[in-house]
């Protein structure tokens, strides 16, 4: 029968202890209002007794965010419980998320206590948080470094004293997942009142072996799994939520598990989650990085244009992404390129075709992002050429805070110099205005970009602008100078050039 498992995200308390993570409530109650749309069956939102920032932002979301669990973590100390309580007690449904370590590392080093007085402070702990709610989850901290028949002690104890969640975290992300699936086999076996209770994991990243490990986990029973949206946490972090959620979905063969979850809501929870933490998401992460779904090798592209399931394993749709992307690059091929050109409304074949593809071919070799703009500029000079009317001969600029920016431009029409003056209200707009006074044709500049086309401080800039006359067609202009005024002048030139040819004002074979 289809298991359902609990998603209990912990982005709001182990994700903020990711270095350099600060949340205000505000950030915090936003996340939390996206993962209860997400559709989480658990948001643990934070360690009340850690700071009275946190503690109200605890109370903010119990306060306000229902339908949905709402937990708060603390220690085996009473003052943490009655804090926690504090902070929860106006939530729909409340949990109690209290944890102590249960390996021999932490209780000598960092604990110093017996065995014994572990397993005292996790019942009375247990019983405490019970007094004030029903929902208590129990958590062995290092759980996966602990002696099992020690851990198997805790745990039974803990469950005697009303526990409903018996969670085992890897805290240090040690396990590796045919060992943590045994681990996890023999305590669903051996703790008796198991069978009773929900058992969790909350597995690290410290080997990338979280999401492995969190799957192993619930092939073999677990029916919890504890992490965070985009992976963010302690050290290298946790369990990446979204990764699970669409592991069990897109391979619900092997699963044979469900979620609550919205998949669709995940992209939004993402960057909402990246852009309040300030953490961002790797290009390359799986699901929703921005390359999770885009193709920029030529088979790739020509697969995915023939059939989107040759090189996609989950539809963009399903997590809240509009559609994959077919990157153009020096690795892509002639059906993805002739296939954007359809997009821009150039329909290319054959000679044509190949020789814009020659070209694209040779600029993607320098330049790392070919754009639109290069590509209808490919297309504009490479297969139907203008006539240089007009060449810029010399540029002088006089331009700063307390001056009117001035241009005097010198262009070139056939060996005459023509030169002519004027202000405007930047540089580029002087520039523009110079020119139009020599070639006599007033237009209005639409657009106006400039790209790096190599690194550093004397990087190539590339200006690509627009322009029209009255409004009319627009004409794309393109020029290449270390000096961007002077990009900006041959870019001008070069449209006016474009506009000139083709309203037939200057005489040659069109
Ligand atoms: C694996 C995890 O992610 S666990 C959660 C980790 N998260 C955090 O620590 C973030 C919030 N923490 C904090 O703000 C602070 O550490 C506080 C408020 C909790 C405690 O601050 P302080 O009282 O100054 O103690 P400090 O953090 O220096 O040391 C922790 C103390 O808690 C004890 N402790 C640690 N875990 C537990 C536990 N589960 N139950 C009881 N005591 C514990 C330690 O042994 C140590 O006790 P000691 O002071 O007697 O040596
Ligand atoms: C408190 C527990 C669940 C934890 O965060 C861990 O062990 O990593």
Redesign the pocket.
């Known amino acids: 029968m289809t298991r359902r498992i609990y998603i209990f995200d ?1 982005t709001l ?2 994700g903020e ?1 990711s270095p350099g993570v600060s949340l205000n409530t505000g950030e915090k109650l936003q996340i939390a209002r996206q993962l209860a749309r997400l559709g989480v069956d658990v948001i643990e939102a934070g360690f009340p007794v850690a700071s009275p920032g946190d503690f109200e932002a605890v109370r903010a979301i119990a306060r306000e965010v229902r339908g949905v669990t709402v937990a708060g ?1 603390a220690r085996t100390s009473f003052h943490d419980i009655d804090r926690a309580w504090e902070a929860l007690r106006e939530a729909e449904q409340p949990r109690i ?1 209290t ?1 102590i ?1 249960t390996s021999d590392i932490h209780l000598q080093h960092k604990l110093r206590m017996s065995r014994e007085q572990v397993i005292e402070a996790a019942a009375a702990a247990v019983r405490r948080a019970k007094g004030y709610v029903s929902d208590v989850e129990f ?1 062995a ?3 996966s470094r602990s002696e099992p028949d020690f851990l198997c002690r805790v745990l039974e104890t803990a469950i005697a004293a009303g526990a409903t969640v018996i ?1 085992i ?4 992300g040690y396990a590796v997942p045919g060992e943590f699936a045994r681990f996890i086999g023999e305590i669903r076996q051996r703790v008796a009142g198991m069978e009773k209770v929900v058992l969790s994991v ?1 597995c ?1 990243d410290d080997l990338g072996l979280a999401v492995a490990n969190s799957l192993a986990a619930v092939a073999a029973g677990a029916g919890q799994v ?1 992490g965070a949206i985009n992976g963010i ?2 050290r290298a972090g ?1 369990v990446s939520l979204e990764e699970v959620v669409m592991a069990l979905y897109t391979r619900r063969d092997q699963f044979d598990c469900t979620t609550g979850v919205h998949t669709e809501e995940i992209y939004r929870t993402s960057r909402l989650v990246s852009n309040l933490t300030g953490m961002p998401v790797q290009p390359n992460k799986a699901v929703v990085g921005k390359n999770a779904f885009a193709h920029e090798a030529g088979i790739h592209q020509d697969g995915v244009l023939k059939e989107r399931t040759t090189y996609e394993i989950m539809n963009p749709k399903m997590v809240g992404i509009s559609q994959s992307s077919l990157v153009l690059g020096k690795h892509s091929g002639r059906h993805a390129f002739r296939d954007r050109l359809a997009e821009l409304g150039y329909d290319l074949s054959g000679d044509e075709l190949n020789k814009a593809f020659g070209r694209f071919k040779n600029l993607a070799d320098k330049k790392k992002d070919i754009t639109d703009a290069d590509l209808e500029a490919i297309v504009e000079d490479e297969l139907r050429p203008v006539p240089v009317t007009y060449g810029l001969d010399y540029l002088h600029i006089s331009s700063g805070t307390t001056v009117v920016p001035t241009a005097t431009v010198g262009l070139k029409k056939g060996d005459e110099l023509l030169e002519e003056a004027a202000c405007g209200n930047g540089p580029v707009d002087a520039i523009c205005r110079a020119v139009d006074k020599v070639t006599g044709v007033p237009c209005t500049l639409v657009s106006w970009g400039i790209n790096a086309v190599t690194a550093g401080k004397d990087a190539i800039g590339e200006v690509t602008l627009k322009i029209t006359e009255n409004g009319g067609k627009p004409y794309i202009g393109r020029g290449i100078s270390t000096d961007i005024l002077e990009a900006s002048a041959k870019a001008y030139v070069n449209a006016v050039n474009k506009l000139l040819w083709e309203t037939g004002r200057v005489k040659g074979e069109n």
């Open positions: 912990t308390r182990d202890q973590l998320h944890f370590a958590s901290e290092d759980a969670n975290p890897d805290t240090v909350h690290h504890e946490g302690e946790n």
